[in-house]
């Protein structure tokens, strides 16, 4: 079994910055891809950053150029830097962890990020 905690959201005002951070715990031989995804009300789940492997990373197209991220395997632990965050931001964001290609996939319980303007 596998554990993925979250922190580090919180409230923010428009144009300032947010760190997250996700660990990953329990029987973990390795990680393939780690990834943050977030959910604003009434709005579908949708992929904010991934990193395979430890070293391809993948944005969303609406955070290109603001968010940043990046992983500790030696923690097996990822983080989100978010700058110039925009109120558009604001959501529920989830950890994701998988362990291999082929294999379910873990949850973290999600953070709130509120971005006021």
């Known amino acids: 079994q596998v554990q993925v905690v979250e922190s580090g959201g919180g409230l923010v005002q428009a144009g300032g910055s947010l760190r997250l951070s996700c660990a990953a715990s329990?029987?973990?031989?390795?990680?393939?891809?780690m990834g943050w995804y977030r959910q604003a009300p009434g709005k579908q789940r949708e992929l904010v950053a991934s990193i395979i492997s430890g070293v391809i990373t993948n944005y969303g197209d609406s955070v290109k150029g603001r968010f940043s991220i990046s992983r500790d395997n030696a923690k097996n632990t990822v983080y989100l830097q978010m700058n110039s965050l925009k109120p558009e931001d604001t959501a529920v964001y989830y950890c994701?962890?998988?362990?291999?290609?082929?294999?379910?996939?873990?949850w973290g319980q999600g953070t709130q990020v509120t971005v006021s303007s």
């Open positions: 994701n962890v998988r362990l291999s290609p082929t294999r379910p996939d873990y």
């Open positions: 329990g029987s973990i031989r390795s990680i393939y891809a």
